[in-house]
């Protein structure tokens, strides 16, 4: 039986590639994003596909995208988006909480000059949006689910112009060690080193395309007691992959 994956901020960047490398290895998975619109185009575009010898139709061997519009600052939205994929395709297998907001922009964003309102916007979104994520999904979980979190060397590392999004890593690198102490499932922090992302900017980094088999392996074939409670980044993943 192919997996079920739910993902938030599935929409762009690292979480939309993501979703395509799950779909493309056969899996139902599950896409949310705060824009509904961007969420049905994405689902869209994850469905469409070309079959055997060009023929127009599902991709051979492909998976199955569905989506909801979420909000993880809202634990409703996320308790609802849970409750759908479950309906849809029963126990959870990887949960990916990838959503997330920058305010300013990397180095752009000195600790001093952030506002209290973006501040707290962040950590909301960063921080306790992973913290709702990972509560809302808890109920609907496999017995061998993993739940992964993505990160930096900001969320560890002092580095200029990164303000509350530095502070909202580590503090999401903190929840994942919190629910890996306190939940059966596999719960770990997986860092892709600069991504060209929305976020992020896109000089001087990584396709998110790169660095999707990344999350993929540590969702699926890392070893579990490698990810729980652990950070997992390239050198790991190229190691155990070569």
Known sequence: MEPTVAITGATSGIGRAVAEAFVDEGAFVAVSGRDGDAVDRTVAALNEGEGENGDEGARTDAGTAWGARVDV?????????????AREAGPIDAVFANAAV???????????????????????????????????????????????????????????????????????????????????????VVDPGLVATDLTGKERARDPESVAPLFV????????????????GLREWKEATR
């Open 217 to 232: 392996w540590a969702a699926t074939e890392a070893p579990a007691e490698d990810l729980d409670g652990e950070r997992l």
């Open 73 to 85: 600052r809202d634990e409703f939205d996320l308790e609802r988006f849970f409750e759908g994929v």
């Open 102 to 188: 920058f305010h300013g922009g990397p180095g752009e964003s000195p600790a001093d000059q952030t506002s209290y309102a973006d501040y707290d916007d962040t950590v909301r979104t960063n921080a306790r949006g992973v913290f709702a994520t990972v509560s809302e999904a808890a109920p609907h979980l496999a017995e061998d689910a993993r739940i992964v979190v993505p990160s930096g060397d900001v969320a560890h590392q002092s580095r200029p112009g990164m303000g509350a999004y530095a502070v909202s890593k580590a503090a999401a690198e903190a929840v994942a060690r919190g629910f890996a102490a306190d939940l059966d499932a596999t719960v770990g």
